[in-house]
């Protein structure tokens, strides 16, 4: 999806113009461009790093005071020296025991000049760095698929200039250079079906629609920084062009009834916690459809985009302080907040960067699905780790029967993952790395776009382009092996996503009913001997082997459900499931994850305590999604229920599996009520007690109509601990 705009720059020169010479060009001074430039400089090689703003750091210098950080534990290399930068920064400049260190949070909150001061030192410690500021990209020329200059627009000099080097990093949120180069690319969501992913596509609305396909991006919105206090704030600016019709229909509606006392209220991220000298980062403000067109839109569409995110914003909270329709004391109180008077100072105290969440995304030599970020989580070429929950914030309003909804991708927590080198780098472009609009779907986006993991892949590119710099070849032929081991040797985290690599081999491929079938739990390269194997050939949890080679003869002519579940010396598991058609292949078991029930009450997700070094680890052994919204906690005062209803392709017996991992604290009496075709069968199940290291447990045999006739719902009335459920499976035992 090249638009005119691209193709037409693309193939335009620019003879006599400067040339800007540099081993490694930079387009993007995000923090994935700052840490690319000071990775490549740290290797010995020369950088221009060109920005679009006056100010390096993109959102995290932009206005955003609290970092999505996903588990601390995974963060390391020079986005570790980051955060340890700030804290450092606050621990010299107001004492070890100040309220600024404590509010710094071990230097994951900041202020926004704090975070550009320090991104400017790691720059400046770097003498071969060289930073071009407010150049806003204009074309790249291309020798068959080879970068051979960049060409900017200077906005201070009104000129053209150009750029040229051995390997170009795209690092802009919106992949501009990508895209002028002709690399495949992505905008919206992928359908369901696309890449078999639980989350994509429509996740409300009428039912023919969900799971489809669209072009469309989450919101846009500001970081906008704000403070509550009143010596170093201004009071909130009325906008060029002020409109409070949204806000009058919300906030002032719930202020007006007294369900918000003040500003505090309307965000989470304000009162108890504040970052360093009572700054807070205002991520709301959300503006749903006004992100479309943005992202392959000319400068000066951009330009109309972000000035009315920036008006939308400032009219939300001119209204809340000023509109006389509301509250006296409600307006006092919101008077007591505003901009920070020392933020922003040449830009009327508004933050300069707007928070592009999600811009192109390329389809590169490996393309990160839902899958890599909940399942196939290790990978032998990773080079940095991510761990922050698939969040995605509104995409667009849909009608629901009764009225309007927002409607977004549903947000699932997620163990730590690895980054594969393959996604930073185009199929066929030997010069160019992507670290931010790396090679994903929207799904597996919605995790890896978080600030940290774009300072780690950044310093992954820098160090990869000196790699491919040094032995003169490209970038898609650096060795892995070779690049994970510099970035180790300088700080990195790696392997932090580690399963043990296995697949399920066997022969015949399509066996008859009653042929005996040989099974293989073929293992990839290991990091720790696998000790142990278990075997599931009927799709219920029971276990029915336990080696590593393993033969069975199937019964029914169905498609069954298979799964070996390995675990290494150094305790990580791994579960592979595969589906082996046997006979006519005529039956099909059916699996419902909770994520695809409808559930009522709070039902919380967990994050299992996943330790990265040696030591115990809690299996986080699952088969959907992610985890989500699969506890309800004991003592839990309001009634919560989970419905699973699923589409079963015949009629007949079924043997009813529920998926969960025993555990100490759950309950041994979770209610199951259950509507088949037999009537309404009430039991208990323990979920106190392991019976299998699978999670699925069979709990009795059933007979189902065809369709979707038959329900199982599960609830925390009278249960003596937490319940837990990650699915319900009907598996097919004939008719």
């Given at each position: 999806m090249i638009t005119r705009f691209a193709i037409v720059f693309c193939l335009v020169s620019f003879p006599g113009l400067a040339v800007e010479r540099a081993d490694v060009i930079i387009y993007g001074g995000t923090p994935a461009g700052v840490m690319s430039a000071v990775a490549a400089a740290r290797h010995g090689n020369t950088v221009a790093l060109v920005d679009v703003n006056k100010h390096v750091g993109g959102v995290v210098s932009g206005g955003l005071t609290a970092t999505d950080i996903g588990d601390r534990k995974t963060v390391g290399g020079l986005a570790d020296e980051f955060f340890k930068r700030v804290l450092k920064h606050y621990t010299t400049t107001y004492g070890a025991d100040s309220k600024q260190v404590k509010d710094c949070h071990e230097g994951l909150k900041f202020e926004p000049k704090v975070a550009e001061m320090i991104f400017e030192q790691m720059l400046a410690e770097m003498k071969k760095v060289t930073i071009y500021r407010?150049?806003?990209?204009?074309?790249?020329?291309?020798?068959?698929?080879?970068?051979?200059?960049?060409?900017?627009?200077?906005?201070?000099?009104?000129t053209a200039k150009t750029f040229t080097g051995d390997v170009f990093i795209d690092a802009s949120y919106e992949g501009d250079v990508l895209a002028g180069a002709r690399v495949p690319y992505r905008i919206g969501r992928e359908a369901k079906a696309e890449f078999g992913e639980y989350l994509a596509g429509l996740s409300e609305g009428p039912g023919q629609l969900r799971g489809l396909g669209d072009h469309r991006t989450m919101a846009y919105n500001y970081r906008v920084c704000v403070t509550s206090d009143t010596a170093n704030r201004v009071l909130f600016p009325k906008p060029a062009h002020y409109d409070p019709t949204p806000f009058a229909r919300t906030d002032g509606e719930r202020a007006k009834k007294g369900a918000i006392k003040g500003f505090g209220n309307l965000f989470t991220t304000t009162i108890?916690?504040?970052?360093?000298?009572?700054?807070?980062?205002?991520?709301?403000?959300?503006?749903?459809?006004?992100?479309?067109?943005?992202?392959e839109g000319d400068w000066e569409t951009r330009d109309r985009i972000a000035a009315k995110e920036r008006d939308y914003f400032l009219s939300r909270?001119?209204?809340?302080?000023?509109?006389?329709?509301?509250?006296e004391a409600f307006r006092n109180e919101v008077r007591g907040w505003g901009l920070p008077k020392d933020e922003f100072t040449d830009n009327g105290n508004f933050p300069f960067q707007l928070y592009?969440?999600?811009?192109?995304?390329?389809?590169?030599?490996?393309?990160?699905?839902?899958?890599?970020?909940?399942?196939?989580r290790w990978k032998a070429d990773g080079v940095c780790s991510g761990s922050y929950g698939v969040d995605c914030h509104w995409i667009q309003w849909i009608w629901n029967g009764t009225g309007y909804e927002t409607e977004q991708t549903q947000h699932v927590a997620v163990h730590p993952y690895d980054i594969p080198y393959r996604s930073l780098t185009p199929i066929d472009h030997p010069?160019?790395?992507?670290?931010?609009?790396?090679?994903?779907?929207?799904?597996?986006?919605?995790?890896?776009?978080?600030?940290?993991?774009?300072?780690?892949?950044?310093?992954?590119?820098?160090?990869a382009a000196h790699l491919a710099i040094e032995a003169k070849g490209a970038v898609q032929k650096v060795d892995a092996a070779k690049l994970r081991e510099v970035l180790r040797s300088d700080g990195a985290i790696l392997d932090a996503g580690y399963q043990p690599p296995v697949k399920i081999v066997w022969t015949p491929e399509h066996p008859k009913v009653g042929e005996v079938v040989h099974f293989t739990?073929?293992?990839?390269?290991?990091?720790?001997?696998?000790?142990?194997?278990?075997?599931?050939?009927?799709?219920?949890?029971?276990?029915?082997?336990?080696?590593?080679?393993?033969?069975?003869?199937?019964?029914?002519?169905?498609?069954y459900t298979v799964s070996a579940l390995v675990l290494d010396s150094?305790?990580?598991?791994?579960?592979?499931?595969?589906?082996?058609?046997?006979?006519?292949?005529?039956?099909?078991?059916?699996?419902?994850?909770?994520f695809e029930a409808e559930s009522f009450g709070r039902w919380d997700g967990t994050r299992p305590d996943v330790v990265i070094k040696a030591g115990v680890r809690r299996p986080d052994v699952f088969f959907g999604p992610g985890v989500h919204r699969d506890v309800v906690r004991k003592g839990a005062k309001t009634p919560a229920r989970i419905l699973f209803q699923p589409n079963l392709p015949r009629a007949g017996r079924y043997q009813l599996c529920l998926g969960f991992r025993a555990a100490r604290g759950h309950a041994t009496n979770v209610p199951l009520v259950i509507h088949c075709a037999e009537g309404v069968k009430k039991l208990a199940v323990d979920e106190h007690k392991e019976t299998t290291p699978f999670n699925f447990t069979p709990v009795g045999e059933f007979k189902f109509h065809a369709g979707e006739n038959g329900t199982v719902q599960i609830t925390n009335g009278g249960t003596d601990g937490a319940v837990v459920v990650d699915g319900v499976r009907w598996v097919w035992l004939g008719s």
């Open positions: 407010a150049h806003r990209y204009k074309s790249v020329t291309l020798d068959k698929t080879t970068i051979k200059e960049l060409v900017v627009y200077d906005l201070a000099t009104k108890g916690k504040a970052g360093p000298n009572e700054k807070y980062d205002a991520n709301w403000c959300d503006f749903v459809g006004n992100s479309e067109g943005y992202i909270l001119w209204y809340l302080q000023n509109d006389p329709e509301l509250p592009v969440r999600t811009g192109r995304r390329m389809l590169g030599a490996y393309i990160m699905c839902e899958r890599d970020v909940t399942q196939d010069n160019l790395l992507v670290p931010v609009c790396l090679s994903s779907t929207h799904v597996a986006y919605c995790s890896t776009r978080m600030e940290p993991v774009f300072m780690m892949l950044g310093q992954a590119a820098g160090t739990a073929k293992e990839g390269v290991v990091l720790n001997p696998i000790m142990q194997t278990w075997w599931d050939f009927d799709g219920n949890g029971t276990v029915d082997g336990a080696n590593r080679k393993a033969d069975h003869a199937f019964e029914l002519d169905k498609v150094e305790g990580f598991r791994r579960l592979v499931t595969v589906e082996v058609p046997v006979g006519l292949a005529i039956g099909k078991d059916v699996t419902v994850d909770d």
